[in-house]
Nanobody, 120 residues
Framework: VQLQASGGGLVQPGGSLRLSCAASGSIASINFMGWYRQSPGKQRELVATITSGGSTNYADSVKGRFIISRDNAKNTVALQMNSLKPEDTAVYYC???????????????WGQGTLVTVSS
């Protein structure tokens, strides 16, 4: 199973970016998909998650600004980031809890990370 993330880049404060992540491989099912981020010198933190049923959870710091969405048929998850702030600068990682074909349990898989820089 592989997760491929894309969409990072440089944006000015107040701007928007959209991150995308696609899961591929021998996938039987995916329950949670989400985004985490890590800034220099800080621990990785949750940004947002979404279940297969569409229930979402957001970090307080991004509520009202970020929107997570998912396409279950395509095994993709996206993060629309609006009103970006310099403190949103980080490497963003997509995550999926995947049950592989033939497996009985779910495992965590991570994308390679994509850098988001918010700066004027």
């Amino acid at each position: 199973v592989q997760l491929q993330a894309s969409g990072g880049g440089l944006v000015q404060p107040g701007g928007s970016l959209r991150l995308s992540c696609a899961a591929s491989g021998s996938i039987a099912s995916i329950n949670f998909m989400g985004w985490y981020r890590q800034s220099p010198g800080k621990q990785r933190e949750l940004v947002a998650t979404i279940t297969s049923g569409g229930s979402t959870n957001y970090a307080d710091s991004v509520k009202g600004r970020f929107i997570i969405s998912r396409d279950n048929a395509k095994n993709t998850v996206a993060l629309q980031m609006n009103s970006l702030k310099p403190e949103d600068t980080a490497v963003y990682y997509c995550n999926a809890k995947v049950r592989r074909i033939g497996d009985l349990y779910y495992r965590d898989y991570w994308g390679q990370g994509t850098l988001v820089t918010v700066s004027s």
